[in-house]
């Protein structure tokens, strides 16, 4: 069953799909196929940090044009994202983190990911 405003991938997810990883399930991968899946600013943040780093040997770049080509829509981040991370309990300390369930929460999505500290914020995060 999709989620009824569609999906935010967070970074993890957002690369099996790109690059058809066996870690994301055919039943995930045909939900997310014609599904709404959104892609935050803060995942390709997060990606141009790894790839300056040398831990991502994708460039932001080219995981913005394969987002492009599979038909996900970006989300920006906005003020009332930013301060609704201040209304998060403490379950996860990593800011970026923190801001996907906010983002998610905020525009009605599900948030899918592959951390598990993010349990904590309850059924608006699916971990896979």
């Not at 989300?75 to 301060?83: G, N, R």
């Not at 201040?86 to 929460?105: E, M, Y």
Request: aromatic residues 6%; proline residues 6%; hydrophobic residues 45%.
């Amino acid at each position: 069953m999709a989620a009824q405003g569609g999906y935010l991938l967070d970074t993890c997810v957002l690369l099996w799909w790109l690059s058809g990883d066996p870690r994301l399930s055919r039943e995930w991968e045909e939900r997310l196929r014609g599904a709404r899946c959104l892609v935050s600013a803060a995942s390709i943040w997060e990606a141009a940090i790894k790839h300056q780093l040398g831990k991502l040997p994708v460039s932001p770049q080219s995981l913005i044009t394969a987002a492009q080509q599979a038909g996900f829509a970006f989300l920006a981040i906005t003020p009332d994202h930013a301060v609704a991370t201040a209304l998060l309990p403490p379950h996860h300390k990593d800011p970026l983190d923190r801001l996907l369930v906010a983002q998610a929460r905020s525009e009605g999505v599900l948030l899918l990911s592959t951390d598990r500290a993010l349990k904590g914020y309850g059924p608006g995060v699916r971990l896979l």
